[in-house]
T-cell receptor
Framework: AQSVTQPDIHITVSEGASLELRCNYS??????LFWYVQSPGQGLQLLLK??????LVQGIKGFEAEFKRSQSSFNLRKPSVHWSDAAEYFC???????????FGGGTRLMVKP | DVKVTQSSRYLVKRTGEKVFLECVQD?????MFWYRQDPGLGLRLIYF???????EKGDIPEGYSVSREKKERFSLILESASTNQTSMYLC?????????????FGPGTRLLVL
C-alpha cells in the first residue's frame, strides 16, 4: 500500500532563509507526486506536481521540488522564505485508481521576522 | 478560477444527530471527494464520486455516507454523529479521473460533535 511520510511536524525558519521540507513516499509503480499548501483558514492549494520528465519541478510562489527515485523522496525547496509562506504543507502521492491521493501528515512552517 | 464551496465553515452538533455537509463546485468537474483532516494524520479520503449517483469508498468510510444527485453537488452524511467524528472536513473536485489530475479544495468545515 502507498504511504507518504513527512518527517518534520514543525519547522521554523527566519525570513529570507532557505527552506527544505522533506517528503518520502512508498509506492510500487511510477509515482505521481504533489505538494499542497494550506494557509490558515483556507483550503489546500496546489504548489506543484510531478508525473514524468524533468525531475526538478517548478511551482507557484517560487517553490520547487526534486524527485529522487533512488531515495523515494520529493523534497520541497524555496531559496528565500517570506513571512507569507507561513502555512501547513502537505505532500501527496496519486494512486492510479480513480485519482485518489494519499497525503502525508503535514509540516507546519513558521517564519520568524 | 475553479471554485469549490462548502455550506458551513463551522458546525456544532450533538451526539446522535444526523449531519449533512454540502459541497458545490462550479467548473463541471467529473470527480468529487470528501476528506477529513486531523492533526498529524494529514488528509484521509472518506468517499469519492466519479459521476452522478456513483460513489466509491475511500480509506475511512465507516460512519459516513454520501450523495451525488447533481454533478456539481456532493454531500457527506453522518447518519448518527459521534464525538470521534469531530474534525475538519474538506471537499475537493477534479476535472477527470487520472493520477496526475489536480484536485481543487474548498475552505473546509470544522465540525464539533458534543
Amino acid at each position: 500500500a502507498q504511504s507518504v511520510t513527512q518527517p518534520d511536524i514543525h519547522i521554523t525558519v527566519s525570513e529570507g532563509a532557505s527552506l527544505e521540507l522533506r517528503c518520502n513516499y512508498s509506492y510500487g509503480a511510477t509515482p505521481y507526486l504533489f505538494w499542497y499548501v494550506q494557509s490558515p483558514g483556507q483550503g489546500l492549494q496546489l504548489l506543484l506536481k510531478y508525473f514524468s520528465g524533468d525531475t526538478l519541478v517548478q511551482g507557484i510562489k517560487g517553490f520547487e521540488a526534486e524527485f529522487k527515485r533512488s531515495q523515494s523522496s520529493f523534497n520541497l525547496r524555496k531559496p528565500s522564505v517570506h513571512w507569507s509562506d507561513a502555512a501547513e504543507y502537505f505532500c501527496a502521492v496519486g494512486r492510479n485508481a480513480g485519482n485518489m491521493l494519499t497525503f502525508g501528515g503535514g509540516t507546519r512552517l513558521m517564519v520568524k521576522p | 478560477d475553479v471554485k469549490v464551496t462548502q455550506s458551513s465553515r463551522y458546525l456544532v452538533k450533538r451526539t446522535g444527530e444526523k449531519v449533512f455537509l454540502e459541497c458545490v463546485q462550479d467548473m463541471d468537474h467529473e470527480n468529487m471527494f470528501w476528506y477529513r483532516q486531523d492533526p498529524g494524520l494529514g488528509l484521509r479520503l472518506i468517499y469519492f464520486s466519479y459521476d452522478v449517483k456513483m460513489k466509491e469508498k475511500g480509506d475511512i468510510p465507516e460512519g459516513y455516507s454520501v450523495s451525488r444527485e447533481k454533478k456539481e453537488r456532493f454531500s457527506l452524511i453522518l447518519e448518527s454523529a459521534s464525538t470521534n467524528q469531530t474534525s475538519m472536513y474538506l471537499c475537493a473536485s477534479s476535472l477527470f479521473s487520472g493520477a496526475q489530475e489536480t484536485q481543487y479544495f474548498g475552505p473546509g468545515t470544522r465540525l464539533l460533535v458534543l
